[in-house]
C-alpha cells in the first residue's frame, strides 16, 4: 500500500501554522488570555514556593497544576528575551523599521502565551497523519487537513489560547503509543497531561482497561510510572515549603490549590444537560439539592450509568485502535453532557479522536456529524463570551433565555446517546 508523500504533510502543516500566525497577529485579547499573563510574570517574580500562595492577584487565584505555571513562567521568560532582543536591533541598525515596536510591545505577551497550544495543534495534525495514512494513505493528508483547519480548533488555540490542544496531545499520543505496546514513552506522556490540566482524568478507566488487556506486558508498566513518578518528585522540589517534602506538596497543591478552584456551578457554559434544563444561570451551584441528592451527586450517578456499558463493551471487545478510540470519544462525550460544572472547551477531545475514527476501517462515524458537531461547538464557545462581538449573533443567542442555546444542548445530547446506542450494538471483533 503506497504512503504518502512526506513532504504532502509537511506543506500541510506549514499552511497550518501559517492561518494560525494570521489569526494570532490579527486578533485581540480574549479575556481568559489575562490570567495566562498574569500567571506567567507573578511566577517569575514570585518564584515557585511563593506562587500558589500569593494573596494578590490581577485576575484570579491561579487553578492549574504547575506543569502550566511553568509553561506561562517560561513563555513570560521567552518573551522577555525576544523583546529585548528586537530592541537591540532596532537600536543597533538604522534600516530597522522602528514603527512596528509599539505594536509588537503591546501584543507579544499574548503571542506567547498561545504559541504553544498552536504548536500543540500542529503536533496533533501530524499524529492524526500518521494513524490514518496507516490505514488509507490516500487519505491521511485529508484527515489531518480536517483537523487543521477545523474552525472550532483554530478559535481554542489561536484566538482563546487555551490549553486544550497540548493535554490533548499528550493524553492521546500517550494511549496510542501504550497501545502500540512502546510503553515508556506512552504512559509517561499519558501521565504528563495531568501536570497541565485535570480535566482529561476523565480517560483513567479506559487507561488502566488498555493496560489490563495489555498485562502480559505488566513488567514493561513498572519502569515509565517509576521514572514519571521521580520526574515530579524532582519537580516539585523547588515549590516545596515549610515541612512539606515534595510529595506532600503534590497533594497540597491538587487538594488545596486546584480542586477547590475550580468552581461549583451547575453549568459553566456548555451545551449540555444542565444548559438544556435551566439555560445559563451562574447563581445555580451544583450542590443544590433536587429531591434527597445534589446535582452534583445525580449529574456523577447518570454518567457512571452512562459509562459502564462504555467500559464493558470495551473489555469484551478485541483491542483494536477502532474500539480503543472509540470509547475515549464516548467517555470524553458523555462527560461533556452528563457532569455539572462543564465548561464549553471541555467539548474539545472528542475533535482529535472522532476525525481519526471517520477514516478506520469500517467506519461507524461520518464526516456530516463531524461538520455537525463542530458547528454546534463553535457557537458554544462563542456564546457568553461574544469574542469578537458581533451585536445581530449576540441577540440571536441570548434571546428568550438562550432559547436557540437549549435546542442545540439537545441535539449533542441525543448525537452522545446515539453514538453510545450505535457502539454498544456493534460487533465485538
Not at 485579547?29 to 489575562?34: I, K, Q, S, V, Y
Not at 509588537?104 to 503536533?123: H, R, T, Y
Amino acid at each position: 500500500m503506497a504512503k504518502t508523500h512526506p513532504f504532502k504533510i509537511i506543506y500541510l502543516l506549514l499552511i497550518g501554522l501559517a492561518v494560525r500566525l494570521v489569526f494570532m497577529f490579527i486578533s485581540q485579547w480574549h479575556p481568559d488570555l489575562n490570567n495566562h499573563i498574569d500567571w506567567g510574570i507573578r511566577f517569575l517574580d514570585l518564584g515557585p514556593q511563593k506562587f500558589y500562595e500569593n494573596i494578590f492577584w490581577g485576575v484570579s487565584w491561579p487553578n492549574q497544576p504547575l506543569g502550566t505555571m511553568l509553561l506561562f513562567a517560561l513563555m513570560a521568560l521567552t518573551k522577555n528575551v525576544a523583546f529585548n532582543f528586537i530592541e537591540f536591533l532596532n537600536q543597533t541598525f538604522p534600516f530597522f523599521p522602528s514603527f512596528i515596536i509599539p505594536f509588537i510591545e503591546s501584543n507579544i505577551q499574548v503571542w506567547s502565551v498561545k504559541l504553544p497550544f498552536i504548536l500543540a495543534d500542529l503536533g496533533l495534525g501530524f499524529f492524526i497523519y500518521k494513524i490514518v495514512n496507516e490505514f488509507k494513505p490516500k487519505a491521511a493528508i485529508f484527515a489531518s487537513a480536517l483537523f487543521l483547519f477545523n474552525p472550532v480548533l483554530i478559535y481554542n488555540s489561536t484566538i482563546w489560547g487555551q490549553t486544550d490542544s497540548l493535554i490533548n496531545l499528550l493524553a492521546i499520543s500517550g494511549i496510542y503509543l501504550i497501545f502500540k505496546r512502546k510503553y515508556l514513552f506512552g504512559i509517561f506522556l499519558f501521565l504528563s497531561c495531568f501536570l497541565f490540566k485535570l480535566s482529561l482524568i476523565i480517560y483513567i478507566p479506559i487507561f488502566i482497561l488498555l493496560l489490563v488487556k495489555k498485562i502480559k506486558d505488566w513488567k514493561k508498566f513498572i519502569l515509565p510510572i517509576v521514572l514519571f513518578f521521580v520526574f515530579i518528585y524532582i519537580l516539585a522540589i523547588p515549590f516545596a515549603f515549610g515541612d512539606k517534602n515534595p510529595i506532600q506538596w503534590l497533594y497540597y497543591m491538587y487538594t488545596n490549590r486546584i480542586l477547590v478552584r475550580q468552581g461549583s456551578m451547575l453549568n459553566g457554559n456548555a451545551f449540555n444537560l444542565w444548559f438544556l434544563l435551566f439555560g445559563i444561570d451562574f447563581s445555580k451551584s451544583e450542590f443544590i439539592k433536587f429531591g434527597s441528592l445534589t446535582y452534583q451527586t445525580w449529574s456523577r450517578i447518570l454518567l457512571i450509568f452512562y459509562l459502564i456499558p462504555v467500559c464493558f463493551k470495551f473489555i469484551k471487545s478485541k483491542l483494536t485502535l477502532t474500539s480503543l478510540f472509540t470509547s475515549l470519544l464516548l467517555t470524553a462525550f458523555g462527560t461533556f453532557i452528563f457532569l455539572t460544572n462543564m465548561h464549553e472547551r471541555y467539548l474539545y477531545p472528542i475533535f482529535p479522536v472522532l476525525t481519526v475514527l471517520i477514516f478506520l476501517p469500517n467506519p461507524k462515524f461520518t464526516l456530516k456529524s463531524l461538520i455537525i458537531l463542530s458547528i454546534i461547538h463553535f457557537i458554544n464557545l462563542y456564546n457568553l463570551w461574544f469574542y469578537p462581538l458581533i451585536t445581530p449573533i449576540k441577540n440571536i443567542l441570548i434571546f428568550s433565555n438562550f432559547a436557540i442555546c437549549r435546542v442545540f444542548s439537545l441535539i449533542l445530547i441525543l448525537i452522545c446517546l446515539n453514538y453510545l446506542v450505535r457502539y454498544l450494538k456493534s460487533e465485538n471483533t
